[in-house]
């Protein structure tokens, strides 16, 4: 079965910066676009950003434009979020998800396979 593992949550200071992981494996070679969502305490999950497998064609929240980087590394099944300047509002839960198809969608609906999640806390 698909099975999607996140690393690289902690505690950061505004402005510092955070690296997530996501590792597939399983059942995901109908998984042809990689995302990354986020939820805060109360909040609704949100969309961050996606990529296809190949090419990498990407997709970004306008909150991260300019502070965040979705990449892939097809040998090694992972995808990275490379957080820069990172602000309080971005403490929450990062979910990575997988679906099927070409298009890096925001839709969180149209995701068929989660991760368990990785927390981010930023300090002001």
């Known amino acids: 079965q698909a099975q999607l593992v996140e690393s690289g949550g902690g505690l950061v200071q505004a402005g510092g910066s955070l690296r997530l992981s996501c590792a597939a494996s399983?059942?995901?070679?109908?998984?042809?676009?990689m995302g990354w969502f986020r939820q805060a305490p109360g909040k609704e999950r949100e969309f961050v950003a996606a990529?296809?497998?190949?090419?990498?064609?990407?997709n970004y929240a306008d909150s991260v434009k300019g502070r965040f980087t979705i990449s892939r590394d097809i040998a090694k099944n992972t995808v990275y979020l490379q957080m820069n300047n990172l602000k309080p509002e971005d403490t929450a839960v990062y979910y990575c998800?997988?679906?099927?198809?070409?298009?890096?969608?925001?839709?969180?609906?149209?995701?068929?396979?989660w991760g368990q999640g990785t927390q981010v806390t930023v300090s002001s």
């Open positions: 998800a997988a679906r099927g198809g070409s298009a890096p969608t925001s839709n969180l609906r149209l995701y068929d396979y």
């Open positions: 399983g059942r995901t070679f109908d998984s042809d676009v």
């Open positions: 990529i296809n497998w190949s090419p990498a064609r990407t």
